[in-house]
Each structure stands twice: as C-alpha cells, then as structure tokens.
C-alpha cells in the first residue's frame, strides 16, 4: 500500500488533468448551446423585423419620407448584429419592400442554423461556418478600408463573428453531430 512519492504525486496531478479537462469540455458546451440559441433569438428577430418593414412599407401607418428614415436608422443599426454576412447599409437605397424580404431571409436562414445547431446537425454546422465565415470576411474588409477610426463597430463585429466562427469549426462541441 506503500507508494513512492513520486508515483502519487503523479497519480494527484493525472487527477487534476482530468478534471481541468472536464471542466474545458463543460465549458465548450455550453458555449455550443450558446451559439445555436444566440442564432435562433437572432433569426426569430430577423424575421419578425423583416415583416415589421414589409408592413411599414405598405404607408398605412406613416407617410413615405418617415419609412425611408425609419428603414436606413433600422437598417443601420441592424448592420451590427453578428451573423449578417454583407453590409445592410446598401440597401438604404432601395425601397423598404426590398429590405424587408432581404432581412426575412436572412432571418429565416440563421435561425434555421440555429435549429440545426440545436439538433446537433452536420450540414447547420457547415451553413453556420459559411454565413459567419462570410461576416468575419466583411467585417474585416470594412475594417481594412476605413480603419479603426472608420468603423470602430467593425472591430467588435468582427471579435463576435470571429468567436462564433472559433466555436463553429471547435470539432469537439459537436461530437454526436
């Protein structure tokens, strides 16, 4: 019963590796649970706010000139969220209709990523890296063209896109998938 003192202080420190392990693995978790219920909030907003500007648009609630502020203040600020592969911004120009069936579908395609995520399945995983793959690659442009100065919200866009990004290719969060 007698162990060298070397073979328990081995056997102290296997015991914490493991635990620090499990401990990693319990936090890779949640953040894979995180992510795919952050995609499916994003993508039931997206949705509900793309029909939002269809309705707008249809002049029964405001006249013509508010719907075009209304738009590029809601279509500015909705350029931020995480998980918008191209800039919103660009549609400013074009009528609110237009707009509202590009955030639809945009909504519609992250929160079905998101479900997918949920169920754990392989083709969500590999949509979820492509759309937040294309975010983090214009999000970088942006900040490549106008610079920290610039844009300073392309900075943060890009951390959060970049981390969901990390999460989505982290192969160990999604082991039954």
């Given at each position: 019963m007698n162990q060298p003192k070397g073979q328990h202080a081995r056997e102290a420190y296997r015991s914490f590796r493991h635990k620090l392990f499990s401990i990693g693995e319990a936090i890779w978790k949640i953040a894979a649970k995180t992510v795919s219920l952050v995609s499916i909030g994003l993508g039931g907003l997206l949705l509900v706010l793309g029909l939002l500007m269809?309705?707008?648009?249809?002049?029964?609630?405001?006249?013509?000139?508010h719907v075009s502020l209304v738009s590029?203040?809601?279509?500015?600020?909705l350029a931020q969220f995480p998980g918008i592969p191209f800039d919103l911004t660009e549609l400013t120009t074009s009528p609110a209709t237009i707009a509202g069936i590009v955030v639809w579908i945009l909504g519609l395609d992250v929160m079905l990523v998101g479900l997918g995520l949920w169920v754990k399945n392989r083709f969500a995983i590999y949509a979820g890296i492509v759309i937040f793959g294309l975010a983090v690659f214009f999000d970088?442009?942006?900040?490549?063209?106008s610079g920290i100065l610039g844009a300073p919200s392309s900075v943060i866009e890009l951390i959060v896109n970049s981390m969901i990004l990390y999460c989505l290719f982290k192969s160990e969060i999604w082991d039954d998938a």
């Open positions: 269809l309705v707008v648009d249809t002049g029964l609630f405001m006249n013509p000139t590029k203040n809601f279509l500015s600020t970088f442009v942006k900040f490549l063209l």
